[in-house]
């Protein structure tokens, strides 16, 4: 269990880029195999950000795909038939079938990272 | 009004910042380092007590224990005879890059050959965290099934080596080491494979060449 922590950088990294200003939205990608569960962010969220200008934003979550690329001729693999499986499923079928050059080694390059992508913060016209 | 304020980073980038510089510490050092992942259960402390009594007198090692509870763990690494720093994570489900630094601020590594990490007893989280190490390497002990890697296939995927543990229960079970081993080389076909049993010995003699064998591309490496 680490979504506490890793929605307390959330929050960090919000208010830091927010400089002073409300935090409306927050707009964050998870790779489909990111060690991080969605759900329990938003709900440490909730938590964790009570008393600061990121109180009450609302979470929006990107989900970014598993990409697989063969290390020998370079091919991403096209994984778009298993979409709908769960991510340890795909890569398993990915390394089951292989690439289409016949070689059997794949990489995940892509689909593991969580970031934050953008922010909206309240302007206050006063500043201007 | 509302203002968009691009950002694009990544939550973990502390964390791999960390590792980054974690891992010059090491090769200033000389030193490799092996992250040890597993269930609990699978046998990480006895694997590495075993490489503690058998390579001691060749080769420097220090333990690196994560636990989130108790110093067991690294009583046992001290009484087969290295240093060994214990850290706990409490509810924590693995180790970050910061409790590394902070275990070698306890202690030192001049000096030292291997670093070996014996990470929180989990087959998915670990694989998330950077700590700086040369080499993951996962054990996966017979009992738990043979379909381990078709499970957690990230672990498998991250690591170079895969030690299989309590082999010599294979009679006993229906778990079968071949097949265990098949099922890690169609996640990752350059993985190094042992079949081992840390309770008889057996096979164990292969590993501990692939840590030497390791030691010295390192050190080639550093060289050239």
């Known amino acids: 269990m680490h979504e506490m922590s890793v929605t307390q950088g959330v929050l960090n990294m919000a208010l830091e880029h927010a400089q002073g200003r409300r935090i409306t939205d927050i707009y964050l990608q998870v790779g489909r195999l990111s ?62 079938r292989g690439c289409a050059c016949g070689s059997k080694r794949l990489k995940v390059t892509g689909g593991v990272a969580f970031g934050l992508v953008s922010l909206n913060v309240e302007d206050d016209p006063r500043d201007a | 009004m509302t203002l968009m304020v691009p950002v694009l980073r ?5 964390n791999s910042l960390l590792a980054d510089s974690l891992r010059n510490t090491f090769r200033r050092h000389s030193v490799l380092v092996l992250d040890i992942i597993a269930s609990p259960g699978a046998g990480k402390t006895t694997l590495l007590e075993r490489t503690v009594a058998a390579l001691g007198s060749e080769l420097r090692l220090r333990v690196i224990e994560g636990d989130p509870t108790t110093s067991l763990d690294a009583e046992r690494i001290v009484a087969a005879g290295a240093p060994a720093v214990q850290i706990n994570t409490g509810a924590g489900c693995h180790l970050e890059a910061a409790m590394i630094q902070a275990a070698l601020d306890q202690m030192d590594i001049t000096g030292a050959d291997v670093v070996i990490i014996e990470n929180v007893g989990n087959l998915m989280c670990p694989t998330g965290w950077d700590l700086g190490e040369d080499c993951k390497v996962v054990v996966a002990s017979l009992p738990e099934g043979d379909d381990k890697p078709l499970k957690y296939p990230m672990a498998f995927a991250a690591a170079q080596a895969a030690v299989i543990n309590k082999v010599d229960l294979e009679p006993y079970i229906p778990a079968r080491a071949a097949r265990l081993r098949h099922n890690a080389l169609a996640i990752n076909p350059d993985l190094a494979v042992f079949e081992v049993s840390c309770l008889t010995g057996q096979g164990l003699a292969a590993w501990f060449d692939w840590i030497r064998a390791q030691l010295e591309r390192k050190r080639a490496a550093r060289q050239a």
Not at chain 1, 66 to 85: F, K, N, P, V, Y
């Open chain 2, 10 to 14: 990544d939550i973990t980038e502390a």
């Open chain 1, 35 to 96: 060690p991080v569960v969605p759900t329990s962010v938003e709900l440490f969220f909730d938590y964790l950000s009570k008393g600061t200008l990121a109180e009450g934003a609302r979470l929006h979550f990107e989900i970014a795909p598993i990409e697989m690329t063969c290390t020998e001729c370079g091919r991403q693999a096209d994984l778009s038939e298993w979409a709908d499986l769960a991510p340890q499923l795909v890569m398993v079928k990915a390394f089951e």
